[in-house]
């Protein structure tokens, strides 16, 4: 995968001048691909799409689907009532994280994963604040599902590159019991100035402000950072910089993931990166990662 940086390089050089679009890549659901969530792991009567009953302050309807569990049905019944919201990156969409779903729901969890403005199904444009309001809208929505058991205690935050920002942005507003943080983007503008090797300002080229080191200053509660060692993508130091930024989070905790790419830190070593399929790990997830990722969870919400 071309790094980041040399990807913005290019739609500079191509005159693209503004790159909020490349940020999001909102990528829409076509004909014929799936139109929610979909899984053969997953019992298909604990799959719920939901769309109309969640809806942003702005009046967007915001598609997304929902994974839940019964009892006796082969994951760790203790942590059925603990939910995650998932926050996928861009150029995706909830048809196409198949893999990471299922990988969540087999260890025990209740997912929501949702669709912002302009991805998927869900209708609009993404802008900064209004993937904030749709990611707000969704997390208040899974907290109220007292008929899972859920309450906000109950529910944690996972991000993955994009939506590292977007669930970070939410934490801290109000901080969850437990964020996990999956190959996060660092400033927009210093992807710009490493990209373009000069101090340039921001917004010259982008609108969305995203900030994650500076975002992590204002969170508190436990905070969990995977970032692959070899992601040439989104580099490493951004991860590490949201770790020392992040000074109120308790317990603030870092895995540099030797061996992995932007895509595949929860993966088997010599998995493959597949850019159609988010998190597509061929060779199978990682003992290391299930252990670290459900620890950090039970400890912090409960089993």
């Known amino acids: 995968m071309a790094t980041l940086q040399r990807v913005v390089v290019a739609m500079l050089l191509a005159g ?22 979909s899984s053969t792991i997953i019992p298909a009567d604990l799959q719920d799409a939901v ?9 967007v309807v915001i598609d997304a689907a929902l994974v839940r569990h019964r009892a006796g049905d082969g994951t760790p019944d203790a942590r059925h009532t603990t939910a995650l919201l998932y926050c996928h990156g861009n150029n995706t969409f909830l048809g196409v994280t198949t893999p990471r779903i299922e990988e969540l729901w087999r260890l025990g969890y209740t ?21 904030y309001k749709d990611a707000r809208a969704a997390r208040a929505w899974l907290e109220s599902r ?3 058991g859920l309450s906000p205690a109950r ?20 901080a969850p019991k437990a964020l996990i943080l999956e190959s996060p983007i660092a400033a927009i503008s210093t992807i710009i100035d490493d990209s373009l090797g000069l101090d340039a300002p921001a ?8 900030d994650n080191p500076n ?20 580099q490493p130091k951004y991860g590490q910089s949201i770790h020392d930024a992040a000074v109120h989070a308790s317990p603030n905790l870092l895995w540099l993931v030797p061996g992995a790419t932007h895509g595949t830190v ?36 409960g089993p």
């Not at 912002?116 to 993404?126: D, E, L, M, N, V």
């Not at 088997?268 to 003992?287: L, Q, R």
């Open 146 to 148: 007292v008929d899972l």
């Open 16 to 37: 693209c001048m503004r790159l909020d679009g490349f940020v999001y890549r909102a990528r829409q659901a076509k004909a014929g691909e799936s139109e929610k969530f």
């Open 111 to 131: 997912v929501l994963l949702l669709d912002y403005r302009g991805f998927g199904r869900t209708s609009g444009t993404p802008t900064e604040e209004g993937v």
């Open 215 to 234: 975002t992590a200053g204002a969170l508190t509660g436990p905070l969990f950072i995977l970032h692959g060692l070899a992601d040439t993508y989104v």
């Open 51 to 59: 769309s109309g009953p969640i809806v942003s302050d702005d009046g």
């Open 203 to 210: 917004e010259w080229f982008v609108d969305t402000k995203m």
């Open 266 to 301: 929860p993966c088997n070593p010599g998995a493959n990166e597949n850019p159609a399929i988010e998190n597509d790990c061929s060779s199978g997830f990682s003992a290391e990662y299930e252990k670290r990722v459900t620890e950090f969870y039970d400890a912090a919400i």
């Open 155 to 174: 529910v944690g935050l996972y991000g993955r590159s994009l939506g590292t920002a977007i669930c970070l942005h939410i934490a801290a507003e109000r």
